[in-house]
């Protein structure tokens, strides 16, 4: 199965050369890799260019945007414009970061997931972060949830879920999709990504209010939103950030903000929420 990658890039030169040589490595190479220079200021494009030179697979893709870094709506900017350079002569589509190493095996063993059972959409490892000196999974998501800085797409798939959405949750809304269509979204504990980044590094004040406007327009309703926003912020070791993901969740409900899904979707996605909730709590 051929697999096509596309990773945005903002000011990553510390990062973006250890992504590239981990894709180089891979046991399976990719088809193609596009890498999007969104408007870096730094050694970012030429160090990609750099990779070209030996790699022929990878190309880069200069995209001009606001340097003002909004959670979703950016990063997956940068991915339709390297998305619009590319055929549709692939197999599985793969949205990545630019600052991660992937294990050798990782995209073979990502194929063989696929090749296994034809109803699996999507498939990715797990991040992992270094903390003092070791390397630990990344707190931040459920076990059965892909991270957005590493999916892999079936291309049926990717198609019918309308590909990427330009917003703020855009990674929890794709496997919701998916599981409305009836594909399967399958996680490998076994594929450890070293994530060289924390995540939300760069996000401003702005942002706090962007999680509780997701959580909106993913047709969470309220109750569902307070239960997941308390569950965040208790992950990120700051419950205040409950406050600000609810004024967020108000604020978007005031403003009538563009729903990511249909209203028979929003159906399905509180059933489904309320249904993964109460088998945790009566696991």
């Known amino acids: 199965m051929n697999y096509y990658i596309v990773i945005p890039a903002h000011n990553e030169e510390k990062f973006i050369g250890l992504t590239l040589e981990s894709l180089a490595n891979q046991t399976v190479l ?51 414009a390297g998305l619009a350079t590319l055929d549709d ?8 970061d630019s600052d991660l190493i992937f294990p050798a095996n990782y995209f073979e063993t990502i194929i063989a997931h696929f ?5 699996i959409g999507m498939a990715g490892g797990f991040a992992y972060i270094e903390k003092n000196g070791e390397w630990i999974l990344e707190n931040l998501t459920d076990k059965d949830h892909i991270r957005g800085a590493f999916k892999a797409y079936r291309k049926a798939c990717f198609q019918q879920i309308g590909g990427l959405k330009p917003a703020m949750g855009w990674d929890t809304v794709d496997e919701l999709l998916s599981k409305f269509y009836g594909w399967k979204v399958i996680t490998d504990a076994s594929l450890q990504v070293k994530h060289l980044k924390p995540t939300g590094a760069n996000y401003n004040k702005a942002s706090r209010y962007k999680q509780g406007e997701a959580f909106y327009t ?17 992950r990120k ?15 978007a409900k005031a403003e009538k903000k563009t729903m990511l899904v249909t ?17 945790k709590i009566f696991s």
């Open 30 to 80: 990719p088809k193609k890799a596009v890498i999007v220079n969104d408007n870096s200021t730094d050694k970012t494009a030429q160090i990609v260019t750099d990779f070209a030179k030996e790699h022929p697979w990878i190309s880069l893709v200069e995209k001009k945007s606001d340097a003002i870094h909004l959670p979703g709506s950016k990063v997956i900017q940068a991915f339709q």
């Open 218 to 234: 993913l047709g969470y309703g309220f109750f569902i939103t307070a239960i997941a926003s308390l569950k965040l912020a208790m």
């Open 115 to 119: 090749q296994s059972d034809e109803k």
């Open 237 to 251: 070791g700051k419950p205040l950030l409950f406050i600000d993901y609810i004024r967020g969740f108000w604020k």
């Open 263 to 279: 209203p028979e979707q929003a159906k399905f996605v509180k059933a489904y929420r309320w249904k993964k909730m109460k088998a």
């Open 89 to 96: 002569e692939y197999d599985i589509m793969v949205k990545g």
